[in-house]
């Protein structure tokens, strides 16, 4: 369990060991696989250098209207647990689409590649237990300025801390395996993080959560939502920067 109530605004990420039961977590997964039974979910593969981004997805508009169960888990106990962990409130972002998805990572496959998030925060719970697919992060590596995530500045920067030099002399990984109802909190907008391929023969599947400050727009919104939730081609710079 974690070791205080603000390790997250801290220390700029959080783990919480058996935040949801494994009866739940199974309920969680029943959930899913019905509705994946009548739907087909969109794999998204972007091709890369290193770690590609491919995994399926359900997204925020899909859950609310079809998974209830996570949707109130998104607007209540995992927010509730943000904010208490973080000293200050947060809500769910206004673009459902965006706030909250099931992830699913099929084995020898799948990856998700380094990355800085739109949102302040983002949540992870894990539903199951695969072998690889840890969840690795610099936590509060990035110089955030003020004027903008998604300033030409900002970019420059962040290539700079992210070359591989620096990024062994001055970043600390972090690396948090899949566990059955464990709740991963990070400031994802300053941690610089990705998910390792996944092995063995079980698919991972976890729910992704996102909280900013109330009323926060992001410029970058459209071109984002199209790069990570649907299988339309991609444009020719990177949306999923931040």
Known sequence: MATSEFDLNKAGYQ????????????????KINKYREGHILPEIHRPMAGRSL???VIHGEQIRESLPEIWELYTGRVQQRVDRS?????????????GVNVNLMRPK?????????????????????????????????????????NSAVQ????????????????????RVSPKVGRLVMMRADRCWHSVRSVLGDRERINIILSYDLPGTEFPTAEGLDSYLYTQEEARSSDPNYS
């Open 54 to 56: 491919r995994y399926h």
């Open 109 to 149: 496959q799948s990856s998700y590649r380094w990355h800085y998030d739109r949102a302040c925060v983002t949540a992870i719970i894990y539903l199951n237990e695969v072998e690889g697919g840890q969840t690795e992060l610099y936590p509060n590596y990035r110089m955030l300025l003020r004027k903008g995530k």
């Open 15 to 30: 783990v919480v060991d058996d935040f949801l039961t494994e009866e739940q977590c199974r309920l969680l997964l029943s």
């Open 155 to 174: 970019r420059t920067l962040d290539r700079i801390i992210q070359a591989k030099p620096i990024l062994g002399i001055f970043g600390t990984k972090v």
């Open 86 to 98: 973080l000293g200050f409130p947060l809500a769910p972002l206004e673009n459902t689409r965006a």
